[in-house]
């Protein structure tokens, strides 16, 4: 087949949950089929990798975004569209694309976030297989719960209305709708859309992210992973360091935290000048980072989709404390695989359980990591998408 993926950004390196699904699934798909990306930088220096991409695609195409402040995201923004979506709106893509399809003989296109649909033609001819990563309605309706100003908080729920609308016309326009977890399915059908829906959890290669040697354990190291301005990551480590982190001290006065992942705020970074916790920013490889923890800290409360970040754990074989957001769409099973805490002081509870019972932790780390090679292998994966394109080709074709 020859398929045309539209993403949102350059997939590599994957440093981040919804750049790490792109980026396996191109590996699945190119060795079987011919792939076309089109994807957008707002940087010329996110080029310097692209290679990497086009060693795997037939064809990589590449449309530059406005910044995020750029004036006319603004006036978009002024006349109807969620700012977070305006930015992510460029018609030199939507352009091109027309074209390209009208051109040349595409069987499927594969579009990765709803809001990407704006770049798509509204008439085409191939099928479009729409994969939901998250629900921006879940994440803005979540931060106005927990705004404190006033203001902000009528900003985040108007938001959330916004994103609503667009989500539904979004998966309306898409012949098939993947949901990455069971929880993401269930809020589209509560935001009204009836069509068919599949659940594919995504994966992981499991030869790169392999457990480490015990002997690079630490003896009292905590790490969080992820991408340190997405809001649910940066309001769970701001929880963690300031409702969590003084009650483990009390117990354990030289624990390390290390908060490993790209583009840290200045909130986060302020966090590094704390004692014995350790921001990190962009990490070319972050399996060093995971096997140096003792304990992965995982303490979501906002936000949705499937944890990229629960799935490396598991896959690295870490002994995992994490909420029942932060587990969410993994499908582990909570006190065989990972432990879960639903306060501060409960989750407290639990890291300390870990660092002292080194027997728990080793049964945990074994089951984590049995538990990911079972289930999200993307192999497993790539072949359900695989099908999955086969299906809407065989649906159009009749």
């Known amino acids: 087949m020859r398929i045309l993926y539209v993403f949102p950004f350059i997939p590599y390196p994957p440093t981040d949950g919804g750049k790490t699904v792109c980026y396996n699934l191109l590996n699945y798909l190119s060795r079987r089929h011919q792939v076309t990306l089109a994807t957008t930088y707002r ?29 006319k995201n603004c006036l978009k923004a002024v006349l109807g569209t969620p700012f977070p979506l305006a930015t ?32 798509v033609p509204e008439s085409l001819s191939q099928p479009v297989l729409l994969q939901n990563i998250v629900l921006d309605t879940g994440l803005y309706a979540d931060c106005a719960v927990r705004a404190r100003n006033p203001l902000v908080r009528l900003a985040y729920r108007r938001l959330a209305r916004q994103c609503g609308a667009w989500e539904l016309r979004g998966w309306k326009r898409a012949d098939l709708n993947v949901a990455i977890t069971p929880e993401l399915s269930q809020q589209m059908r509560q935001l009204g859309f009836r069509d068919q829906i599949e659940v594919q959890l995504p994966g992981l290669d499991m030869e790169y992210y392999q457990p480490g040697d015990a002997s690079e354990q630490g003896k009292e190291d905590l790490v969080f992973v992820g991408a340190m301005r997405y809001p649910p990551n940066v309001d769970a480590m701001l929880y963690f360091c ?123 780390q074994r089951n984590a990591r049995q538990a990911a090679v079972n289930r999200y292998s993307w192999e497993i994966c790539g072949q359900r998408f695989e099908k999955m394109h086969e299906w809407l080709l065989t649906e159009r074709t009749c």
């Open 43 to 71: 940087d010329e220096s996110e080029l310097s990798q692209i290679g990497e991409l086009e060693q795997r695609c037939e064809k990589v195409l590449l449309f530059k975004r406005h910044k995020r402040w750029h004036w």
């Open 88 to 119: 992510f709106s460029v018609p030199e893509m939507k352009r091109s694309l027309t074209e390209l399809l009208q051109k040349h003989a595409f069987d499927t296109v594969q579009v990765d976030y709803y809001f990407m649909m704006q770049n």
């Open 242 to 364: 300031r409702e969590v982190l003084p009650l483990i001290r009390e117990r354990r006065p030289n624990i390390r935290l290390w908060i490993v992942g790209q583009h840290p705020v200045p909130e986060i970074v302020a966090l590094g000048k704390e004692p014995n916790v350790n921001v990190t920013g962009f990490v070319d490889d972050v399996r060093p980072y995971w096997n140096r923890g003792t304990v992965a800290v995982l303490p979501l409360r906002i936000g949705g989709g499937v944890r990229l970040k629960m799935l490396e754990a598991l896959a690295m074989g870490k002994a995992i404390v994490t909420t029942e957001s932060g587990a969410e769409g993994s499908s582990a099973e909570p006190g065989k695989e990972f432990l879960q805490a639903s306060s501060s002081e409960e989750m407290r509870d639990q890291i300390l359980r870990l660092l002292d019972d080194g027997e728990l932790r080793r049964t945990l």
